[in-house]
């Protein structure tokens, strides 16, 4: 199915609301539009297999270029509104667009990009003007809003978050045959339930993997999507309220945030549409998912998968209850848990995490870490670490480069993490490895608070008591530092990269 079959059927249903500004696109308008663009990328030249790319907010028009690039079997690459012009410029040269699409309100960095893509051929603006660059609308506006003749499905390319050095380009093989046919399979429908009477929530940006993959399969299967523009805790409890909404997709760090909110605000909300609340992108402290559950009730689905597609894991509130910390069992591929010499390890033992069985991809342009990633047998890694349990349930220790040696011990910060953020006066937390002449390394913490106004040697000796009264001592940060906010992704990642340079950097 298509959003062209959804429009055909019912044009005047909506497709997507802007939760901000309450503005509605119908399932026709999606179409109408999405046709315009894919026209306008034949007259440029564009054939399948070609690349795009979008550097946007979360406006109105994404989801309209991205279905134009779908239909055109091109690859599109959506950016990180957040990068700066050198990020950006890496990106759109290295997935080598032909054609470059962004907002008035992302100016600043575009301008200075007009002489720093030689591969891109056509430039274009949303929402007013940037010099070099041309009006995306009036580009769109002579085109025929009826299909383009030689529809094929396309794909996004999307880049990793560049944690550890220069993103990486994700490309998979495009689908064969016309668009529509051999359309991926309807995980919303065949896990979560969801009908063309569902309404989706996407509180994240839209540019990340899992939000712009989440919000196409409703698209695709006729589903209304509620699209934030912007993460805040309380009006995404409010968007769930005023739209009735039945599934969503959150990451741990949104909970944490939700959780932190005033009993009072948080009862003011009613919740009770809520069927599914799906979560992934980073792992979710027990303390933190039971207080969910306890309040959500058992509607909390989690997986755990990547953008490179090669596996996907997955549980509900039931079997976690059951497995508590556990990211759940595979679903349509095998996974592998190998010691550093690529032997697989008994049950209860950690490792590094393998797919089998599942799809296949590349690191654009880089065969080197395309091949890091694949083990002897074919299999492929996340390069997270973990064991699975008895039954086959899979449980994330960390990722395999934040483990810290420290005397010879191997410490993964995650499991302190998990710990601190539970803290009542703790909004965020980051642990890792700094030098120590003694040890090689050993465990810092720097943590984001409620109200900065409490940081200091009181707090933190209470947060460093707090940590032991959990853990081992080994385990726990030997010091705290207080930052007002850390340097964390929307979508849920942290870029610790970022904090731990500053410490070696001094060393």
Not at 19 to 44: C, D, M, P, V, W
Not at 261 to 285: F, G, M, T, W
Request: aromatic share 10%; net charge negative; hydrophobic share 35%.
């Amino acid at each position: 199915m298509t959003p062209a079959d959804i429009a055909n059927r019912n044009p005047d249903k909506i497709a997507y609301i802007m939760a901000e500004s309450g503005q509605q696109i119908t399932y026709s308008e999606l179409e109408a539009k999405a046709n315009q663009a894919a026209h306008l990328f034949r007259q440029l030249g564009l054939q399948r297999g070609d690349h795009i790319a979008l550097l946007l907010e979360n406006h109105p028009c994404f989801f309209q270029i991205c279905w134009a690039a779908q239909r055109a079997g091109l690859y599109y690459t959506a950016i990180s509104w957040r990068l700066q012009e050198p990020e950006v410029e890496y990106i759109v040269n290295n997935c080598e667009a032909r054609v470059f699409i962004t907002s008035s309100a992302r100016a600043a960095v575009a301008s200075g990009l007009l002489d720093k893509m030689p591969n891109v051929e056509a430039r274009f603006v949303l929402d007013g003007e940037i010099s070099g660059f041309e009006d995306w609308q009036t580009a769109c506006d002579d085109c025929p809003t009826e299909p383009i003749e030689d529809q094929c499905e396309g794909a996004p390319m999307l880049y990793s978050s560049g944690t550890t050095g220069y993103p990486k380009g994700i490309k998979r093989p495009l689908v064969d045959g016309a668009y529509g046919e051999g359309e991926p399979l309807n995980l919303l429908g065949a896990l979560y339930g969801t009908t063309e009477d569902s309404i989706y929530l996407s509180p994240a940006p839209l540019y990340h993997a899992a939000p712009l993959g989440f919000s196409m399969s409703c698209l695709r299967n006729g589903l209304c999507v509620v699209v934030m523009e912007h993460f805040d805790e309380e009006f995404a409890l409010a968007c769930i309220e005023k739209y009735k909404v039945t599934h969503s997709q959150w990451v741990p760090t949104m909970f944490v945030r939700m959780l932190k909110l005033d009993e009072q605000i948080r009862a003011k909300y009613n919740l009770s549409s809520l069927q599914v609340a799906i979560h992934a992108a980073a792992p979710c402290p027990i303390p933190v998912k039971e207080q969910m559950i306890d309040w959500w009730g058992e509607v909390l689905y989690e997986y755990y998968a990547g953008t490179e597609g090669n596996g996907f894991v997955q549980l509900n509130s039931a079997e976690w209850l059951q497995h508590k910390g556990s990211v759940g069992k595979p679903l349509g591929c095998e996974v592998h848990v190998c010691d550093e010499e690529g032997n697989e390890v008994p049950a209860g033992e950690a490792g590094t995490v393998y797919f089998s069985g599942g799809g296949t991809f590349e690191y654009h342009k880089d065969p080197e870490k395309t091949d890091s990633s694949r083990h002897p047998q074919g299999w492929s890694t996340l390069g997270d670490v973990g064991y699975l349990d008895e039954e086959g349930y899979l449980y994330l220790t960390d990722r395999k480069h934040f483990m810290i040696i420290s005397g010879g011990v191997n410490i993964y910060p995650q499991e302190a993490e998990n710990v601190l953020i539970t803290h009542n006066k703790v909004m965020d937390v980051a642990v890792f490895g700094i030098p120590n002449d003694d040890f090689g390394e050993e465990v810092k913490a720097v943590v984001q608070l409620v109200d900065h106004s409490e940081a200091g040697p009181i707090l933190e000796v209470e947060l460093l008591d707090f940590c032991r009264e959990h853990l081992s001592s080994i385990k726990c940060p030997r010091s705290i530092d207080f930052r007002a906010e850390l340097p964390r992704h929307p979508t849920g990642k942290l870029y610790k990269r970022l904090l731990k340079d500053e410490y070696w950097n001094k060393a």
